[in-house]
T-cell receptor, first 113, second 112 residues
Framework: DGGITQSPKYLFRKEGQNVTLSCEQNLNHDAMYWYRQDPGQGLRLIYY???????QKGDIAEGYSVSREKKESFPLTVTSAQKNPTAFYLC????????????FGEGSRLTVL | GQQVMQIPQYQHVQEGEDFTTYCNSS?????IQWYKQRPGGHPVFLIQLVKSGEVKKQKRLTFQFGEAKKNSSLHITATQTTDVGTYFCAGPGGTSYGKLTFGQGTILTVHP
């Protein structure tokens, strides 16, 4: 069945290490998104991509990087430059038509030790 | 840049009471979406409003889009324990197509 798969679900890393979060969708959606969720702060947009080989910075892109080499995949790398990386990361996708609703993955919880 | 503010941040109600969350934008929105996130889960789309003054209902949930298309509300009648979660509004983020900006969310707790 169609959907968005994020992995890993839980991840621990030491300070100074880069980590890559995977996001794969089989919904044939053009647009994909990465959001960060912290308690009491809602969802903040990190990066988004509307088409393969193109992506734009969101509101909090510093310390993160992405790639969009395939339509189905939009991995997020949390670099050591991200000062406070412990958070819940949500990937989403949507099609250009219809209501434009976002379909979310189940999220990846990153903890920096 | 465009901001979407949502209030209240928290709401505790007794089961059976009504609940309302409000969303305000600093700019006119072409549309607004609402999402619900259950505890430990991920956001799930509820509805999209497009027209000025639009009102839509889903069972006990009533969604409104303001006449000026700068504010919106979600009202739940006679809350149930299954309504527990965080409710988010989201609007297009400025002129860039595809960008979607979320409000901070309202965390609803329903006491049985």
């Amino acid at each position: 069945d169609g959907g968005i798969t994020q992995s890993p679900k839980y991840l621990f890393r030491k300070e100074g290490q880069n980590v890559t979060l995977s996001c794969e969708q089989n919904l044939n959606h053009d647009a994909m998104y990465w959001y960060r969720q912290d308690p009491g702060q809602g969802l903040r947009l990190i990066y988004y991509s509307q088409i393969v080989n193109d992506f734009q910075k969101g509101d909090i892109a510093e310390g993160y990087s992405v790639s969009r080499e395939k339509k189905e995949s939009f991995p997020l790398t949390v670099t050591s430059a991200q000062k406070n990386p412990t958070a819940f990361y949500l990937c989403a996708s949507r099609s250009r038509g219809g209501t434009g609703e976002l379909f979310f993955g189940e999220g990846s919880r990153l903890t920096v030790l | 840049g465009q901001q979407v503010m949502q209030i209240p941040q928290y709401q505790h109600v007794q089961e059976g009471e009504d609940f309302t969350t409000y969303c305000n934008s600093s700019t006119t929105l072409s549309n607004i979406q609402w999402y619900k996130q259950r505890p430990g889960g991920h956001p799930v789309f509820l509805i999209q409003l497009v027209k000025s003054g639009e009102v839509k209902k889903q069972k006990r949930l009533t969604f409104q889009f303001g006449e000026a298309k700068k504010n919106s509300s979600l009202h739940i009648t006679a809350t149930q324990t299954t309504d527990v979660g965080t409710y988010f509004c989201a609007g297009p983020g400025g002129t860039s197509y595809g960008k979607l900006t979320f409000g901070q969310g309202t965390i609803l707790t329903v006491h049985p």
